[in-house]
């Protein structure tokens, strides 16, 4: 990481020691400015991580100049650097919340290790800053973006479920952000002081699930040593989130449909029945009704879990989420990485909405967490995205701007049809959707004049 410095100082002379002592240090990049307005404007425009000051500003006065400088930068230490020490100004400035007062003439040493002291600091506030909005995010809504009709949709749902007991089944492809909803709805019950226990079937052997889920008792099997207590019990108060179901064994699939009628259990090898006070949240990237009619799924646990069914839709059927959420997420990324804000040029933009996005959001966050690191200045241009997605959407533009729309699938119905009348129709279709215009009729269909005139005489269309 690299750390940006201001020194804010009226003296050529010493600016130019300063940018020297500084030089030596290589994580450090310095920005100079000779007077309290320019100082002020660079704060607002750039994101610093120390600021060095000599507190000379007869424009504004001391005191105010620091008030001005922590209210534009709250968490940012300030070093106070002057040759011109005096205990007023000492206590002016400690009483203003500096981080550390150097009076010249100073040792390099001594002004490098305030330095070090500061910028661990500031690293720790931007650290730490980030882990509390992460964490509050948890709780929030607000954090939950989409603006399309499904998402608000999905988000009413979860809004009016959270304060009951309700099981809850979220079904959406992978990186959709089923687990964000399962989490937004246990911090958002009046479960949430209680535990959030999470669970993903897909991501533990078979033989290892059942004692997760269930626990065990001392010497129900040989490695069993002493008593352990399973997932369902350690949600007791609080919420068990069952990820990736459908990736769940007949047997626990039995185990589990009793746990959620009876919100009883018993460990493994053990004989007392303990009872679970829990909220069920469960999550699928399959479609569980198909799993259920191939036999795949217990039938009766598949009612009992879709008491209330949310379902999350793919990215690219809610493209109007594109563009926010990648907002979203650079404003997180540029945060976290310490970095100025940054925004997304047009033809990104573009690129970004012609993706496929086959990860969903998932995908979309690590490709701006990955255009952030690369982007050096304040915008996200082309050569900060990944070349699959450039290279994507060029053929997917080709696609769009020709005719024959390959995209289109069409679904052979089981007892087979007919070429000659599909094709008969079509070309009905296209005379008519332009008003029996040839040319026209024949760029629709992606066909020139002559080869549509046959088709006309083929079919006995032409006049
Ligand atoms: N609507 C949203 N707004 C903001 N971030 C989201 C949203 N949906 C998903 N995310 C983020 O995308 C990533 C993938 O979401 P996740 O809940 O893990 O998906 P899933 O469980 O469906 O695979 C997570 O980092 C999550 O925070
Ligand atoms: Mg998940």
């Not at 240090?25 to 310095?30: A, E, G, I, L």
């Not at 973006?145 to 009413?156: A, E, K």
């Not at 009883?264 to 399959?286: F, H, P, S, W």
């Not at 069914?309 to 690219?316: E, G, M, Y």
């Amino acid at each position: 990481m690299t750390y940006r410095v201001l020194i804010a100082d009226d003296e050529e002379r010493m600016r130019r020691v300063l940018a020297m002592v500084f030089d030596e240090m290589k994580d450090v990049k310095v920005v100079t400015s000779s007077n309290c307005v320019t100082t002020l404007n660079y704060l607002d425009k750039e994101r610093f991580h120390l600021i060095i000051t000599d507190l000379k500003v007869p424009e504004m006065g001391r005191v105010e100049f620091l008030r001005a400088i922590k209210g534009k930068l709250p968490d940012v230490p300030v070093i106070v650097l002057t040759a011109y020490g005096s205990v007023g100004s000492a206590i002016d400035a400690m009483k203003e919340g500096v981080f550390d007062y150097l009076t010249a003439p100073f040792e390099n040493d001594i002004l490098k290790l305030a330095v070090k002291r500061a910028l661990k600091m500031s690293s720790l506030a931007i650290e730490n800053k980030f882990l509390r909005q992460e964490l509050e995010s948890h709780y929030d809504f607000k954090n939950i973006i989409g603006n399309s009709p499904q998402v608000v949709d999905s988000l009413r749902l979860v809004g009016e479920v959270s304060n009951t007991d309700s099981t809850v089944l979220i079904t959406g492809e992978s990186g959709t952000g089923k687990e964000l909803i399962a989490r937004a709805i246990h911090y958002n019950s009046n479960r949430a002081c209680g535990p959030l226990i999470a669970l993903n079937c897909a991501a533990i052997p078979e033989n290892l699930l059942e004692s997760e889920l269930f626990g065990y008792e001392k010497g129900a099997f040989t490695s069993a040593e002493k008593t352990k207590k399973g997932r369902f019990e350690l949600a007791s108060g609080g919420t068990f989130f069952l990820d990736e179901i459908s990736e769940m064994s007949a047997a626990i699939q039995a185990k589990v449909l009793r746990v959620i009628e009876s919100r009883e259990l018993e460990r493994l090898g053990g004989t007392e029945t303990i009872k679970v006070d829990i909220r069920i949240i469960c999550a699928t990237n399959k479609n569980l009704e198909e799993l259920v009619k191939c036999g795949k799924f217990r039938e009766d646990l598949y009612y009992r879990i879709s008491v209330f069914p949310i379902i999350l839709p793919p990215l690219r059927d809610r493209k109007e989420d594109i563009i926010p959420l990648s907002k979203h997420f650079l404003k997180q990324f540029s945060m976290k990485m310490g970095k100025s804000p940054i925004s997304l040029s047009k033809e990104v933009e573009k690129l970004l909405l012609m993706h496929r996005w086959e990860g969903n959001i998932r995908e979309l966050q690590n490709v701006i967490e990955r255009a952030v690191i690369l982007c050096k200045s304040n915008i996200i241009t082309t050569e900060h995205l990944p070349t699959s997605i450039v290279k994507c959407a060029l053929s997917t533009d080709k696609l769009q701007n020709q005719p024959q729309n390959n995209s289109i699938v069409f679904d052979i119905p089981p007892h087979g049809l007919s070429l000659d009348a599909l094709e008969r129709q079509l070309v009905t279709q296209a005379l008519e959707k332009s008003k029996n215009n040839k040319t026209k009729a024949a760029k629709l269909l992606g066909l020139t004049r002559g080869t549509f005139r046959y088709r006309l005489l083929k079919y006995g269309l032409s006049n």
